[in-house]
């Protein structure tokens, strides 16, 4: 079992920046962040495998704005978002999978409890 602490979010301004932070309780084989909106499902925006090498997956709304990064030596992910709008707004979720296949890009394994992300 793999338990998921987020923390960074928070009102910004458009074209602001924040940065979240997920500490997981032990080493998954992919990290990933997913977004959700009032009465949309969970979206995944990317994602990043624990092995060294492997490429990040992101979303195309979210690529160049959007980094995923990892500190394999916290098993803490990190997602800094710069370049924010208004459609950024949501509950933003840390994610985790026992598994390589298709990190962020399907149903994980574990959720973390989210933390609210609006842009304004």
């Known amino acids: 079992h793999v338990q998921l602490v987020e923390s960074g979010g928070g009102s910004v301004q458009t074209g602001g920046s924040l940065r979240l932070s997920c500490s997981a309780s032990?080493?998954?084989?992919?990290l990933a962040w997913f977004r959700q909106v009032p009465g949309k499902a969970r979206q995944g925006l990317a994602g990043?495998?624990?092995?060294?090498?492997?490429?990040?997956y992101y979303l195309d709304s979210v690529r160049g704005r959007f980094t995923i990064s990892l500190d394999r030596a916290r098993n803490t992910t990190y997602l800094e978002m710069n370049g924010l709008k208004p459609e950024d707004t949501g509950m933003y979720y840390c994610?985790?999978?026992?598994?390589?296949?298709?990190?962020?890009?399907?149903?994980?394994?574990?959720w973390g409890q989210g933390t609210q992300v609006t842009v304004s």
């Open positions: 994610a985790a999978q026992r598994d390589w296949l298709q990190c962020a890009r399907r149903t994980p394994d574990y």
């Open positions: 032990n080493s998954p084989y992919c």
């Open positions: 990043i495998l624990t092995r060294p090498g492997a490429n990040p």
